[in-house]
T-cell receptor, first 112, second 113 residues
Framework: GNSVTQMEGPVTLSEEAFLTINCTYT??????LFWYVQYPGEGLQLLLKATKADDKGSNKGFEATYRKETTSFHLEKGSVQVSDSAVYFC???????????FGKGTTLSVSS | EAGVTQSPTHLIKTRGQQATLRCSPI?????VYWYQQALGLGLQFLLWYDEGEERNRGNFPPRFSGRQFPNYSSELNVNALELEDSALYLC????????????FGDGTRLSIL
């Protein structure tokens, strides 16, 4: 079946540090891949997406590349800010679009 | 454009009671999804409605049910509440069922005493 595995947190960084959150997936066919972010007390916000192999999604300085050969979709940001502190979820949806499958989430804490 | 709206924001119930949660999708979106975010269990898919029909459900007991109205808004009903039903319930919508991004509301926090 479909599944998403992302690195355990929490991830604690200083402002302006480089961020990587690893995400790998198992899926049949060609899923679409997403990163969502959840700020405290809020719902999920779409951060970026990629719908086919080698696509790079990017938004607000965050990037992730759909790597079919390694079944990965790692999230990166060159210089994190305190305001990036949140929980990040990697997710996939299959071609039928029935439901999102989420990873367990990674908590990012950035200090000044 | 208004986003996905959910009500109430918080709901407190006791064991055995019934809870009703509501969701209004983004205008023009016909598919509504419900997810449960329970502490330690992550985000789990509950139900998917499209054009008024239940299209898919996750691995939850039948006391979790819902419906979608002609205006595409949706209700999630949870009967015979148990302590472990305490969670944040998130609703999402898309324009027809697809692999496009789902847009989420801020959720309803259900607390069972």
């Amino acid at each position: 079946g479909n599944s998403v595995t992302q690195m355990e947190g929490p991830v604690t960084l200083s402002e302006e540090a480089f961020l990587t959150i690893n995400c790998t997936y198992t899926a049949t066919g060609y899923p679409s891949l997403f990163w969502y972010v959840q700020y405290p007390g809020e719902g999920l916000q779409l951060l970026l997406k990629a719908t086919k192999a080698d696509d790079k999604g990017s938004n607000k300085g965050f990037e992730a590349t759909y790597r079919k050969e390694t079944t990965s979709f790692h999230l990166e940001k060159g210089s994190v800010q305190v305001s990036d502190s949140a929980v990040y979820f990697c997710a996939l949806i299959n071609q039928a679009g029935t439901a999102l499958i989420f990873g367990k989430g990674t908590t990012l804490s950035v200090s000044s | 454009e208004a986003g996905v709206t959910q009500s109430p924001t918080h709901l407190i119930k006791t064991r055995g009671q019934q809870a009703t949660l509501r969701c209004s999708p983004i205008s023009g979106h016909t598919s509504v999804y419900w997810y449960q975010q329970a502490l330690g269990l992550g985000l789990q898919f509950l139900l998917w409605y499209d054009e008024g029909e239940e299209r898919n459900r996750g691995n939850f007991p039948p006391r979790f049910s819902g419906r979608q109205f002609p205006n595409y808004s949706s209700e999630l009903n949870v009967n015979a509440l148990e302590l472990e039903d305490s969670a944040l319930y998130l609703c999402a919508s898309t324009p027809v069922y697809s692999n496009q991004p789902q847009h989420f509301g801020d959720g309803t926090r259900l607390s069972i005493l």
